[in-house]
């Protein structure tokens, strides 16, 4: 048993780990470093709005189309606008930047789960010890690490927007933007971003040995299994550019959706089996087979899988 505190323990030593981790205190900590990673996005909108400068022609939204202000039959208002107006590329920056606050904490958020079920999956899902609430709540501490690049964020996003040369278009300055955010234009950020990814991994190959009772070997080949989906993803992911803003508002949805069948699919299958049977007798009688549940568990992570890719999720964590 470790002189360390519980909590270092499960950073540092997970395969000396004794008892499952605290699920309660788990979801605090997932949700603590969700804002923490947000915040170190939102410290960024200043320096964006310091460091870009110049203006750009767009069109002017005052002013209604021009098949509406050539014909005298619509009598549209507002065709005495000019059709173009500059703006400026600066506060369209920092408000790129502070869109992404959200994005970056569903990144945590939804990437938890999803982590959890795929090295749950990996383990050898029912048939190995340990439950997947134990799963669950062990890989909570695996998004620790990633506070790593949230912390440093600030100072090289500073660092790196002070030399970028930025577009002069609307959408080039928010892609540019988000580019620095997650590190494709400061090597020192991408670096503490693989880092944090490996320490995770080194969490999850804990949770696999102590929890699940697999070999080492097997616990490090399963917590490869999120840290490679992760990268995967987010590849692919950044191949698909930035999404639009609902996009975000989809990806919550499928999350809300899919994450109760994903952590507690006997109890849902329960619920819903009580309004099925509704006038009849002795329905706890009546239990789901272990195939049935695995089966709304995968449903779960299919739903909160399609949430944290739509939202962008992967390609904002690494």
């Not at 507002?78 to 930047?97: F, M, R, S, V, Y």
Request: aromatic content about 10%.
């Amino acid at each position: 048993m470790s002189a360390l505190p519980d909590p270092l323990v499960r950073l540092f030593l997970p395969f000396r780990a004794d008892e499952p981790a605290n699920p309660t205190l788990a979801a605090v900590v997932v949700f603590a470093v969700a804002v923490l990673v947000g915040w170190s996005v939102a410290a960024t909108a200043p320096v964006f709005e310091t460091h870009v400068s110049g203006t750009t022609t767009v069109d002017n939204p005052e002013r209604p189309a021009d098949v509406f202000c050539e014909d005298d039959f619509f009598d549209a208002e507002g065709c005495d606008e000019p059709k173009t107006i500059q703006k400026e590329l600066a506060p369209h920056a920092a408000k790129t930047a502070t869109n992404l606050v959200l994005s970056f904490g569903l990144a945590v958020l939804l990437g938890w789960p999803v982590a959890a079920a795929t090295l749950w999956t990996l383990t050898g899902a029912s048939e190995a010890s340990g439950t997947f609430g134990d799963v669950l709540a062990g890989t909570g501490w695996a998004f620790v690490p990633f506070l790593l690049p949230a912390a440093a964020r600030p100072s090289l996003v500073e660092r790196a927007a002070r030399t970028f040369d930025f577009p002069e278009t609307l959408d080039g300055v928010a892609a540019a933007v988000r580019s620095i955010l997650v590190g494709f234009q400061s090597e020192p950020l991408t670096a503490l971003s693989l880092v944090a990814l490996a320490w995770s991994a080194y969490v999850f190959a804990g949770v696999a040995r102590q929890v699940r009772g697999v070999s080492r070997g097997q616990a490090v080949a399963a917590a490869l299994g999120p840290a490679i989906l992760l990268v995967l993803l987010s590849a692919v992911r950044s191949s698909f550019g930035p999404m639009p803003a609902e996009a975000v508002g989809y990806g919550v949805l499928f999350g809300l959706l899919g994450t109760p069948f994903l952590v507690a699919p006997r109890e849902m299958i329960e619920f819903d089996k009580q309004f099925e049977l509704v006038g009849f007798r002795n329905t706890r009688s009546v239990e789901p087979e272990e195939w049935y549940v695995s089966l709304h568990r995968f449903g779960g992570l299919a739903l909160v899988g399609v949430g944290y890719f739509v939202a962008g999720g992967p390609a904002l964590l690494v």
